[in-house]
């Protein structure tokens, strides 16, 4: 046994919460269709991983569960939820992604408010024990320097307007990122490392 103590208060509130959440087939089938369309839509939009991310989330191979907190009728999660999904199938079979509706769970919408505020996507990322790893969400760096860059007034000045493929594809980098991060900081972790020996 490793002399590291391992715990985390929310563990069983994160399970439940995992529980309660959806395939994203099962999350966009339970939606009303006009919504579901949006994301399905912008999905075949979305460019491929680049090849050298995709060479680093498949090689980490460590279990790893998803959950990303989302809005149906949100803007962002149209556009980023469906980058979230390519990047954990990119990543194969040891991430597990679940997605749930921001309003489903009022402790779950209140524990990942960002700024105060009831902001949607979040992915939780946790390990397979369910301790929280770590959180990212609402929006990348790029898409809040192009906001920055030509702020207009409103946050969303054309509703579900499809970005450029250079802007989707530079967001969905950032994502394959926090992706990359998370699953080496569970592939370094001295608990998952004395459990698979390696």
Not at 158 to 186: C, G, K, N, Y
Request: neutral net charge.
């Amino acid at each position: 046994m490793t002399p590291y103590d391992y715990a985390d208060v929310r563990r069983e509130f994160w399970k439940t919460c995992f529980g309660e959440a959806s395939s994203y087939e099962d999350y966009l089938a339970l939606s009303p269709p006009h919504k579901a369309k949006r994301f399905s839509d912008l999905a075949q939009k979305i460019p491929p991983v680049a090849a050298p991310q995709q060479e680093r989330l498949r090689a980490i191979a460590r279990p790893l569960n998803v959950l990303v907190v989302s809005g149906i009728w949100c803007g962002d999660c149209v556009r980023q939820v469906p980058m979230i999904r390519h990047i954990a199938g990119v990543c194969g079979d040891p991430v597990h992604l679940r997605v749930i509706d921001r309003d489903v769970n009022p402790a779950l919408r209140d524990e990942v408010r960002i700024l105060g505020a009831m902001r949607v996507p979040v992915a939780v990322f946790l390990s397979e024990d369910f301790f929280e790893v770590a959180r990212f969400g609402d929006r990348t760096l790029s898409h809040y320097r192009r906001k920055a860059k030509a702020e207009l007034g409103a946050a969303c000045p054309v509703p579900f307007a499809v970005p450029p493929s250079d802007e989707l594809a530079s967001e969905q980098a950032e994502w394959a990122d926090v992706f990359e991060r998370v699953l080496l900081m569970v592939r370094l972790s001295p608990l998952y490392r004395e459990r698979y020996s390696d």
